[in-house]
């Protein structure tokens, strides 16, 4: 579990995690950087700029980097921290970016022809999903 949350935090820009995997927890309730959002973005989606607003609208997402450390709330960095898992994840299982990519951005049948991303950006339960099908397709599943 720990290393999981290493990972994340890795995936997020964020230091080391020390001793515990609630350092996570406690960096998300404290309002995860917006440069943990904007770096999980450009490697998720890197032609994307839009991506950043499936998050936080446009409006918001300007006004909050007029702050001098723009913060996620707590619901955006959970939203966040669960595609950084999802990620995560699929780096495991496809060891290449643009595998992981073509995975995430291509829809699939056992999400109702849903992309896997488009399921795993708007809900943590839909994150999971996505994870349970990456797991099924590293156990000889389809995925």
């Known amino acids: 579990m720990l290393a999981e949350a290493r990972d994340i935090a890795g995936s997020l820009g964020l230091k080391r995690l020390r001793g515990s995997p609630l350092a996570l927890v406690e960096s998300i309730k404290s309002g995860l950087p917006l440069a943990s959002l904007e770096r999980l973005a450009a490697t998720v989606a890197p032609g994307d700029p839009r991506f ?85 397709a590293a156990y000889g599943g389809a995925a």
Do not use: C
């Open 52 to 136: 950043v607003h499936r998050f936080i609208p446009r409006a918001t997402l300007t006004r909050r980097k007029s702050q001098a450390e723009p913060r996620l709330t707590v619901d955006e960095g959970n939203r966040v921290a669960a595609l950084a898992k999802v990620w995560d994840f699929a780096m495991e299982i496809y060891r290449d970016e643009e595998k992981a990519r073509a995975f995430l951005h291509r829809p699939h049948m056992l999400l109702d022809g849903q992309k896997p991303i488009d399921v795993a950006v708007e809900t943590g339960v839909g994150a999971d999903l996505v994870v349970n099908l990456l797991g099924s």
